[in-house]
T-cell receptor, first 113, second 116 residues
Framework: QQQVKQSPQSLIVQKGGIPIINCAYENTAFDYFPWYQQFPGKGPALLIAIRPDVSEKKEGRFTISFNKSAKQFSLHIMDSQPGDSATYFCAASVSSGTYKYIFGTGTRLKVLA | DGGITQSPKYLFRKEGQNVTLSCEQNLNHDAMYWYRQDPGQGLRLIYYSQIVNDFQKGDIAEGYSVSREKKESFPLTVTSAQKNPTAFYLC???????????????FGEGSRLTVL
């Protein structure tokens, strides 16, 4: 119940394409869903996050879609660029209690020039 | 510049040796974390600390130990009891989540440990 399942494991798109990364969770107590971006040899950095009271959030070319009833959320990257090539992690946390985050297994994205 | 500093960036260890990874933050964050990253397994929580002199086991604490004597520092010791220690280790910090705070995790650049 504590897992966050992420797919696909890897993804290759052409420049300008719209890669979509999906995550699913079981624990309905989760109330914060961030996405982290990690470049090779670096630590992850927060990209965008959403709370379950909204169905979509956009920040620049990055959009999170959230489906509370299906317990799923996804990251869309509009007009993808080679510089977006990185590993993306979804995560989930509960606001009360511990400070723990549960991370997905990651998606390695490559955007071809 | 505020941030998290991990050292060393690369570390090699012989089997049976303990090693300590350093993590220092100047963000004035209360909470600090250690994660282990393996290919295809995402980030798994080893230990976390919400305040000085207190810490809790994460999901994969066996074979690891930590201390939190200062707010700024959260070193991780990989002991000889850890059966498969070769991995990329990430330290992170955060402020507590609240009405206007997300509890965002700030990560260091990681330490890659290789057991020979």
């Amino acid at each position: 119940q504590q897992q966050v399942k992420q797919s696909p494991q890897s993804l290759i798109v052409q420049k300008g394409g719209i890669p979509i990364i999906n995550c699913a969770y079981e624990n309905t107590a989760f109330d914060y869903f961030p996405w982290y971006q990690q470049f090779p040899g670096k630590g992850p950095a927060l990209l965008i996050a959403i709370r379950p009271d909204v169905s979509e959030k956009k920040e620049g070319r990055f959009t999170i879609s959230f489906n509370k009833s299906a317990k799923q959320f996804s990251l869309h990257i509009m007009d993808s660029q080679p510089g977006d090539s990185a590993t993306y992690f979804c995560a989930a946390s509960v606001s009360s209690g511990t400070y723990k985050y549960i991370f997905g297994t990651g998606t390695r994205l490559k955007v071809l020039a | 510049d505020g941030g998290i500093t991990q050292s060393p960036k690369y570390l090699f260890r012989k089997e049976g040796q303990n090693v300590t990874l350093s993590c220092e933050q100047n963000l004035n964050h209360d909470a600090m974390y250690w994660y282990r990253q393996d290919p295809g397994q995402g980030l798994r929580l080893i230990y976390y600390s919400q305040i000085v002199n207190d810490f809790q086991k994460g999901d994969i604490a066996e074979g690891y130990s930590v201390s939190r004597e200062k707010k700024e520092s959260f070193p991780l010791t990989v002991t000889s009891a850890q059966k498969n220690p070769t991995a990329f280790y990430l330290c992170a910090s955060s402020i507590p989540r609240g009405r206007a705070r997300t509890g965002e995790l700030f990560f260091g650049e990681g330490s890659r440990l290789t057991v020979l």
